[in-house]
């Protein structure tokens, strides 16, 4: 029998790579303008307003960061459900809890700051990782400091904007 993991892998895989190549603020058309285009705007006297603060988050990624803990207590939540079920079934659905929860965050890891980014990335991470054990079908409910960790790099990176 074939692992089903890779199965449900490929379409986070393929989403990664269309949202690869998008932009969240729009404003990125400096590959279809003219080189010639941009100069005038430059010296224009709005243009310094125009370029990002570089103290604190933008808008998308305040945005972000609610969705994804939004996302994160919800997981949780049916974490925490499916951890009642009990051995043996609930190990497979603790562990497609946390699997779908790792899948729903990689959806939140798209935005304009890298620290966010990251941390986004750290917690699903973890989360899979708890997947994985959880597959395994342990005797007793593994640690999950690094999942709080990694949670609480998350809000303080989100919160430092």
């Known amino acids: ?33 003219p080189a010639g285009a941009s100069a005038p705007a430059a ?3 709005s243009a310094p ?3 990002p603060a570089p103290v604190g988050l ?3 990624t305040r945005t972000t960061c609610a969705a994804a803990q939004k996302d994160i207590t919800a997981a949780l939540k049916e974490v925490a459900a499916a951890e009642k079920i009990g051995p043996p079934a609930g190990h497979s659905a603790v562990s497609a809890q946390y699997s779908a929860g790792a899948a729903t965050l990689y959806t ?6 890298d620290e966010v980014n990251g941390a986004v990335k750290a917690v699903a991470t973890e989360m899979g990782d708890l997947a994985d054990t959880w597959a395994k079908a342990p005797k007793k409910s593994p640690s999950k ?9 998350l809000k303080a990176t989100c919160a430092a904007g």
């Open 43 to 45: 010296s224009t006297p």
């Open 108 to 113: 939140h890891a798209f935005t304009s700051s």
């Open 49 to 51: 307003a125009a370029s």
């Open 1 to 33: 029998m074939r692992p089903a993991r890779p199965a449900l892998l490929a379409p986070a895989a393929v989403a990664l790579i269309i949202m690869s190549g998008c932009t969240t603020d729009g404003d990125d058309t400096s590959a279809a303008e």
């Open 58 to 60: 933008d808008e998308a």
């Open 145 to 153: 400091a690094d999942l709080t960790a990694a949670q609480g790099k």
